[in-house]
């Protein structure tokens, strides 16, 4: 007998800024901690509108220890891909892994009209070549009523085998309340959970928010980030 083995290829066979299943596990676990020491799962890089070089993130994301990030400038993945360069250049530089690499996750942020407002999903782990991106990842915001489409955009990201998360939910003029059960109803998979609103320094996410988010994500089976 003959086995057929040309299967689709699983997770583990994918590559590690891809890996969707590792990604969900580190959410399952994360807390108002979390960040910025260990994840952080929101950041620009000079390739949208962050302040710094993408190889300038990598040297403080392992100066600081991080465990994993995900670089999520807007409508682009040139800073990941940047960064992706450096970090497999750090890791032939290091082979003794003394100091352990962070995982790098693909990531973009993408504008989508909800409830008649303009929201930003996040979008993490997925295939960056995927054909359904290709609107989104040009470097400017989405055009065109269907594409602008809050469910087109969350199918776009999962259909790149990605997954797609609510940014700061209370941050736009319809409230989560309404926002995130909208979302939910699209398939959305997670919600930013933890975020600094008055963007304090030291960073620490809004307390207020984040019970109202967390208590939101909860009730309808999402992902916190």
């Given amino acids: 007998i003959q086995l057929n083995t040309a299967s689709a290829p699983s997770s583990s066979l994918k590559p590690e800024a891809q890996n969707i299943s590792d990604l969900k596990q580190v959410l399952q676990t994360i807390n108002a901690d979390s ?13 949208s509108d962050g302040r710094s ?11 600081i220890g991080l465990k994993g990030l995900a670089i999520t400038d ?46 930003h999903i996040l979008a993490y782990a997925f295939d960056p070549e995927h054909p359904s991106l290709t609107p989104y990842l040009r470097g400017k915001g989405t055009e065109g009523h269907a594409s602008y489409g809050a469910a087109r955009v969350i199918e776009a990201i999962q259909e790149a085998g990605g997954l797609a998360v609510l940014a700061h939910p209370c941050r736009y003029r319809s409230t989560a ?49």
């Avoid at 620490?204 to 928010?209: R, Y």
Wanted: glycine share 6%.
């Fill in 53 to 63: 070089q993408s190889e300038k993130v990598m040297e403080q994301a392992i100066a």
């Fill in 177 to 225: 309340d309404k926002l995130i059960p909208e979302a939910a109803s699209f398939g959305i998979d997670g919600v930013e959970t933890y975020y600094a609103y008055g963007n304090p320094c030291p960073w620490k996410p809004s307390p207020k928010q984040t019970a109202l988010v967390k208590d939101l994500a909860e009730t309808y089976g999402l992902l916190g980030t």
């Fill in 74 to 119: 807007h409508h682009s993945t040139k800073g990941y891909a940047q960064a992706k360069i450096w970090l497999d250049n750090w890791k032939l530089k290091h082979p003794d892994k003394k100091i352990a690499a962070p995982t790098l996750w693909t990531g973009a942020e993408i504008n989508a009209e909800l409830l008649n407002n303009d929201v």
């Fill in 35 to 47: 960040c910025q020491g260990s994840y952080n799962f929101h950041l620009q890089t000079v390739n």
